[in-house]
């Protein structure tokens, strides 16, 4: 399971370095280091309606080996994860189910 955690309007940034990583601007780097990408397996906990993230590597390594645990809901096709704690702010994201043909 990945999570990649962006800004609003994330997708409509325009870098301003143009020749790869070393050519990124301070803006282009703060613009990168706004979003938080991890993934890694996860349990789901149905009666209590919480999911745990053990987190195999994250852009942040002082958090690898450890577990986020979130809350869950589905409202249609959107999965609406709230942290378990009221630190920080609500998270929403757009889940689509593929289907695999294998």
């Not at 370095?17 to 613009?31: A, V």
């Not at 986020?68 to 249609?76: T, V």
Request: aromatic share 14%; proline share 2%.
């Amino acid at each position: 399971m990945g999570v990649h955690h962006v800004t609003e309007n994330y997708d409509k940034y325009e870098f301003v370095g143009r020749g790869g990583l070393d050519s990124l601007t301070r803006k282009d780097l703060i613009h990168l280091a706004d979003n938080f990408v991890y993934f890694g397996k996860y349990k789901i906990n149905d009666s209590l309606k919480i999911i745990a993230h053990y987190i195999e590597s994250v852009n942040f390594q002082n958090m690898w080996g450890k577990v986020a645990k979130r809350n869950y809901l589905f409202s249609g096709d959107t999965l609406i994860l709230n942290p378990i704690t009221n630190k920080y702010p609500k998270t929403r994201l757009k889940w689509v189910k593929l289907n695999d043909k294998n």
